[in-house]
């Protein structure tokens, strides 16, 4: 077993907000809403319109972390027992032998001792030989200052970890050497280097603009000291929330422990960043000698860098799965609808499919991949093959039942002539591209893809598309992949004085294919509420959360569709109803 299998443990608390006036749409902090976290929602009333089928959520209230131990998948997430709004969080636990079926256990962690009686907050784990599993999580004290603490199993022999100890030793970290006691958060998993004997790990923070990765070091698993410099930094990023940082092969399609110290490696660092409410990753080298971490420098290092997922996803975390040697990515979609909304259907949040992580070909990207066991969901198959799109035209995928099904689709653009030239001023702002260039705006090759959660006459849907244009300097393909949530629903907002809106975004983010052979690959995981869709095997992901009045159930429809002035074929197409999982979290309370 090597030093520090497993674990992350994401529990980070947000609550998003929606405004008009502020970065991307979204105003989100801690924001506690006294009047409505306690009311609690009996399971008799909790509405089923838009709640998910096949993703991870409790049965009731408002939701936000993964491990393996002895063969059994844990996931802890901050879970408000008491209301469908932030407030009263624990961490909630819940138990997997297949990532798919769920067993809720009583909570971990709760708020009871003084160095977490403000809050028991985000943190990782880190299987510690001798010691066995370790939180590490962020406690908000009595005077509201963040420091980081350990929780430890009552039992080890337990496999489900059913009760976990505070020692009263903690905290082991304090904001006393210059950090910010008010943004110190969110410490990662640990690693452990065998050529000097120390465990390392992360917490995120941010002095005035900056933000900061400072990291820590320890041979005990207790007494832990701040390096001299942090890991990384970078201005103008504010608050780096939920940082995580492992290794990927780059000759191997199997994943890495975060101990990993081996040849043919590049390292990840990933923040969530807080003022833009969006996730952003580099890739570069770890020097373990200096404790730097240099990114590569293809790609921007912060608010225009690479995302994991280009929509409506945060505060995630990967682990290591030593059962199937692969990282696994868990991420977390809040409601878009509001506040009010919220506490009407009796819950909020979901956690999106879990998700393979490799290394591209390329050496310039990660790629992402729902996890192999979600297609034991799988029921009745449709097909569609060779089927040619002009202008204008659009196929209903029959025979399915489109609010809840998988569909993967190989789209073949033919020629590349009618590209329309890519404005270089674009090249950092695809959604800017995206809102430009809807679905509905004609194209030369382009904007065709998938109509989903879609009523007949399209009075309601919400379509994911490629557009493909042309560098005008290299002559390469420059494509632009985006999902619209802004014609998603009828659902309007209850007056124009209202604090809370509805949230109907487009989202997008280019996709580096080449196109040699003219095909392109579209994957959606639809689920009443969120659609899921992976662009060219993974190389670009967007999430969507959507709140349709008609296109519901079994009056959802689901379209291929192809608005350019190229023809487009549908060279295959596979979609299948998905099953709900036999058991999912029952027992919650």
Known sequence: MSASKIVSVLVLFVLINISNN??????????????????STSLEIVSPLHRTAFHFQPPRHWINGPMIYKGVYHLFYQYNPKGAVWGNIVWAHSVSKDLINWEALEPAIYPSKWFDINGTWSGSATHVPGKGPVILYTGITENQTQIQNYAIPQDLSDPYLKKWIKPDDNPIVRPNHGENGSAFRDPTTAWFNKKDGYWRMLVGSKRKHRGIAYMYKSRDFKKWVKTKRPIHSRKKTGMWECPDFFPVSTDKKTGLDFSY???????VLKVSLDLTRYEYYTLGKYDTKKDRYRPDGNTPDGWDGLRFDYGNFYASKTFFDDMKNRR???????ESDTVEDDTSKGWAGIQLIPRTVLLDSSGKQLVFWPIEEIESLRGKNVQMNNQKMEKGQRFEVQGITPAQVDVDVTFNVGSLEKAENFDPSFATKPLDLCNLKGSNVTGGVGPFGLITLATSDLEEYTPVFFRVFKDATTNKPKVLMC????????????????????????????????????KISLRSLIDHSVVESFGAKGKTVITSRVYPTKAVGDKAHLFVFNNGSQPVTVESLNAWNMQKPLKMNQGAK
């Open 328 to 334: 696994i990515l868990w991420g977390w979609a809040n």
């Open 483 to 518: 999902s619209d949530a802004k014609p998603s629903t009828l659902k309007t907002d209850t007056g124009s004085d209202a604090k809370e809106k509805m949230y109907k975004p487009s989202f997008a983010g280019f996709v580096d294919v080449d196109l040699a052979d003219g």
């Open 261 to 267: 110290e081996g040849p043919n490696t590049k390292h």
């Open 22 to 39: 502020n970065i991307n749409g979204v105003d989100a902090f801690h924001k506690v809403y006294r009047k409505l976290q306690s009311k």
